[in-house]
């Protein structure tokens, strides 16, 4: 599985971004998903996930309200809508999906390479 982030860039405070995570590969094995952030000198966190059949997602307290996660199974895609947005979201963000080989079971982890969200005051 091939995950592939876009639709970061440089935004003032209080305005919005939309990322993108497409998927490619085994993509029919893929179950949840989710967004993860590092900012300069800080660990990387979760900032939300959301299940296979997006039936269920959880949030970091820090986006609640502001940010959406969501994802289409039909193109292999998923989003994060990001409204409100302040300076201290300004991070690398990464998308991260669990896969289940569908020939032997065994679960891996895989990682975009990251897209860059600057937020400025």
């Known amino acids: 599985v091939q995950l592939v982030e876009s639709g970061g860039g440089l935004v003032q405070a209080g305005g919005s971004l939309r990322l993108s995570c497409a998927a490619s590969g085994s993509t029919s094995s893929i179950n949840a998903m989710g967004w993860y952030r590092q900012a300069p000198g800080k660990q990387r966190e979760l900032v939300a996930a959301?299940?296979?059949?997006?039936?269920?997602?959880n949030y970091a307290d820090s986006v609640k309200g502001r940010f959406t996660i969501t994802r289409d199974n039909t193109k292999n895609t998923m989003y994060l809508q990001m409204n409100s947005l302040k300076p201290e979201d300004t991070a690398v963000y990464y998308c991260?999906?669990?896969?289940?080989?569908?020939?032997?079971?065994?679960?891996?982890?895989?990682w975009g390479q990251g897209t860059q969200v600057t937020v400025s005051s």
């Open positions: 991260n999906a669990d896969v289940v080989s569908v020939t032997t079971g065994v679960k891996y982890n895989y």
């Open positions: 959301i299940t296979s059949g997006a039936g269920s997602t």
